[in-house]
């Protein structure tokens, strides 16, 4: 989108867990109606409210947050029926895209930042969000900068669920079983790693690339490193560069080095993304290079206790360990057809005041997007949840996801031919070729 440099991204990160948040403020505005009185007063009718999510699983801090905020809500306000649709992230773009071409999108639903949520503004189909966001002031919860990739020509169409840094998260147990010292800090090093974990017979990286879009995050770190930088995709748009360029044959080579190495589970392309996670968190793979989105999750597993981190390695010695592969995250959008908008804005409203605090208290709010007062440590907070606030403090900035950049079709693309070196062996100029070909196709 161009509103919100890296640069500033690096300064928001550093000051993510310091600031307070804005005061808790319940929704109101039931319209008026026949069917049930509230507290004695006005009478108001019932009133149900379609909320499609992407937390499926009731073990994760994410999904009991949204449950309950709900079920808090729905006390509040019993005229108010808060109805969950609750998919995992391919299932719900699928059916959103449906819903979408038949106008009958969710009155909240999920949509990703930057150029994957702009169809859907440019059609009509969502509500500008400028209202919720300045009333009482909740816009400026956010970390500064945040919110532009989430607006159009000034209006606001989606509040992000966090702002998170992909990492690799390691099993401190498993390194030891295979006699694993040093964290590895090159490529080569990964490699290495990767091939004294198999000797073992342990699984070096989960990875659940069924939902392709967990290869192609993994990806972007590779060309972060090569390109010795950020916006390579940017010079791409720009006509600065082409697909063909060195740093992006160099990094396919490399990513499939690691495929060839070994480093994923058999058969990974038919292992949707939770089960991928789950591989990690039930102790049967010794890496998970994923967004902190995930630390809540994991501190919840069977492997709590037992997981380190540590940044994306150089690549043949190039790129800035300190910077990463920035995901903003997923955004709560409104149907601009909704039946109940003002109902529906009120929720809302309640849930993004809410969210910050409940994930706080559920030891959830690493990769928040909101700012966030509390003590870590005097809260309870793991000792990965404190070594990744640590690694916040140090970004300098990076690169969004592939399809938070590109245009749906050029992604849809990419993301196609990602998942498919994870089957074959491609030659990488060739594939470099194609990533070309679909770009100048769908400008």
Not at 210 to 220: A, C, R
Not at 387 to 400: I, P
Request: hydrophobic fraction near 40%.
């Amino acid at each position: 989108m161009g509103k919100a440099k890296m640069k500033a991204f690096a300064v928001v990160m550093t000051s993510a867990l310091t600031l307070t948040l804005a005061a808790c403020n319940n929704g109101h505005g039931a319209s008026p109606g026949n069917s049930k009185k509230q507290g004695g007063d006005a009478a108001t009718k019932d009133v149900t409210i379609t909320f499609q999510n992407i937390n499926p699983d009731p073990s994760t801090p994410s999904y009991k947050m949204i449950k309950e905020i709900v079920r808090q809500y729905e006390r509040d306000h019993p005229h108010i029926k808060i109805e969950l649709d609750s998919l995992n992230t391919d299932q719900q773009k699928l059916k959103l895209k449906t819903q979408a071409a038949a106008k009958e999108v969710p009155d909240i639903t999920i949509v990703n930042p930057a150029a994957q949520m702009k169809p859907f503004v440019d059609a009509g189909l969502l509500a500008p969000l400028n209202d919720v966001a300045d009333k009482d002031g909740l816009k400026n919860t956010f970390q500064e900068g945040l919110l532009d990739y989430y607006s159009f020509d000034d209006k606001l169409y989606a509040f992000p669920d966090g702002n998170n840094i992909e990492v690799v998260f390691y099993n401190k147990e498993l390194f030891a079983k295979a006699g694993i010292q040093k964290l590895p800090s090159t490529f080569d090093e990964l490699i290495t790693t990767v091939k004294a974990l198999k000797v073992k017979g342990i699984t070096p990286i989960a990875i659940g690339e069924k939902d392709s879009w967990t290869g192609s995050l993994l990806f972007m770190n590779i060309l972060l490193r090569t390109n010795e930088g950020p916006n390579f995709l940017k010079d791409v748009l720009d006509g600065k560069k082409t697909f063909n360029d060195p740093a992006f044959v160099e990094a396919v080579d490399a990513f499939q080095e690691l495929i060839q190495a070994g480093a994923f589970p058999d058969e990974a392309s038919s292992i949707d993304y939770n089960a991928g996670g789950n591989i990690f968190k039930t102790g049967k793979a010794a890496m998970y290079i994923m967004g902190t989105w995930e630390t809540g999750s994991i501190d919840s597993s069977s492997v709590a206790g037992k997981v380190g981190v540590f940044p994306f390695p150089t690549v043949n010695s190039k790129g800035d360990v300190n910077e990463y592969v920035i995901a903003p995250g997923s955004g709560f959008a409104v149907s601009a057809n909704s039946e109940h908008l003002q109902e529906t804005k009120d929720f809302l409203h309640y849930f993004i005041t809410e969210m910050p605090k409940v994930q706080f208290d559920l030891k959830n709010t690493i990769g928040s997007g909101q700012k966030v007062e509390g003590d870590l440590k005097e809260a309870g907070y793991s000792e990965l949840a404190i070594n990744l606030n640590e690694l916040f403090q140090k970004v300098k900035g990076g690169d969004l996801a592939f399809d938070n950049t590109m245009n749906p079709a050029i992604a849809q693309a990419h993301l196609s031919s990602i998942q498919n070196l994870f089957v074959q062996k491609e030659d990488a100029a060739q594939v470099a070729k194609e990533h070309q070909s679909a770009f100048e196709a769908n400008q």
